[in-house]
């Protein structure tokens, strides 16, 4: 648990460094992250904020720096300094086709939300069976090769040989090795129900505890899930980089909806400015 000193420092446990990574415009943003360096941390922005129990200095760090004008944070450190562990320097732990044991190419299993237009890949070498998504998905809603519809072909939400939920296209008719296909498609659910996932408190929600295992309950996002109904935002998009970290990941999908977020921030995520 962090460590609070009335004086208007913050340190982590044992004084452990924080790893602070703020990305804005303007002179608050440009302050703070030579503001929050090295083992400790001295606030001038909120130094009324930084004194009592160690939770309110961790609601302090969060809130004070989106008080700050700063359009996006990510806090990390030791892993007792705050309340949520995130990896943040870990890839994004999407699975690899080589899972398969037989497959065409070597290439990272996406994961898709909303209304998304992709490539799929072979899931076989027959030219007919090509994989969507590394999960069930809603629909499929057209496909095209080389840029011409084709309604022959068949939705299969089903299990790969390793147990794991999957969606594959089936064609009626092989393609080659030199067609290009694009398939439209409604991604990823909400398994309790049916819902597509596009709320960004849902995708967020989704990527921290599904696809990183992390122990985030969909109602620690209520908040941040209501902001972004209220406002009618809505996210579409593929995750499809095994090399892209958590920290990067999620700054992204925060970019996208006008959102901050931090591990130690209750609720995890806001719209920013909060209010």
């Given at each position: 648990m962090a460590e609070t000193e009335n004086d208007g420092y913050i340190s982590g446990k044992n004084g452990a460094a924080l790893d602070v990574v703020v990305s804005g415009q303007g002179t608050a943003a440009a302050g703070i992250s030579a503001m929050f360096s090295g083992a400790q941390a001295r606030s001038v922005e909120y130094p009324g904020a930084v004194s009592?129990?160690?939770?309110?200095?961790?609601?302090?760090?969060?809130?004070?720096?989106?008080?700050?004008?700063?359009?996006?944070?990510?806090?990390?450190?030791?892993?007792?300094?705050?309340?949520?562990?995130?990896?943040?320097?870990?890839?994004?732990?999407?699975?690899?086709?080589?899972?398969?044991?037989?497959?065409?190419?070597?290439?990272?299993?996406?994961?898709?939300?909303?209304?998304?237009?992709?490539t799929p890949i072979p899931y076989d070498n027959t030219g007919r069976v090509y994989f969507l998504l590394d999960h069930a998905i809603q629909a499929v809603d057209g496909l095209t090769r080389d840029g011409v519809a084709d309604t022959?072909?068949?939705?299969?939400?089903?299990?790969?040989?390793?147990?794991?939920?999957?969606?594959?296209?089936?064609?009626?008719?092989?393609?080659?090795?030199?067609?290009?296909?694009?398939?439209?498609v409604r991604g990823k659910m909400r398994?309790?129900?049916?819902?597509?996932?596009?709320?960004?408190?849902?995708?967020?929600?989704?990527?921290?505890?599904?696809?990183?295992?992390?122990p985030v309950e969909y109602g620690d996002l209520d908040a941040f899930r209501s902001e972004c109904r209220e406002l009618g935002i809505e996210l579409h998009g593929v995750l499809?980089?095994?090399?892209?970290?958590?920290r990067a990941q999620i700054d992204e999908l925060m970019a996208s909806c006008g959102g901050v977020w931090s591990g130690g921030m209750p609720g995890i995520a806001r719209i920013y400015p909060v209010v």
């Open positions: 009592g129990r160690p939770e309110t200095s961790r609601d302090a760090v969060a809130f004070g720096l989106v008080n700050s004008s700063v359009s996006g944070l990510v806090i990390g450190g030791d892993p007792d300094t705050f309340g949520l562990v995130i990896p943040l320097s870990d890839p994004v732990p999407l699975r690899n086709s080589t899972v398969w044991g037989q497959f065409v190419s070597p290439a990272p299993l996406p994961v898709g939300y909303g209304t998304i237009t992709i022959q072909y068949t939705l299969e939400n089903t299990i790969d040989g390793e147990g794991h939920a999957v969606s594959l296209l089936r064609l009626a008719t092989p393609a080659t090795t030199k067609e290009t296909l694009a398939v439209t398994a309790e129900t049916g819902e597509l996932l596009t709320n960004p408190a849902d995708i967020l929600w989704d990527l921290l505890a599904n696809l990183c295992g992390l499809e980089s095994d090399t892209v970290t958590v």
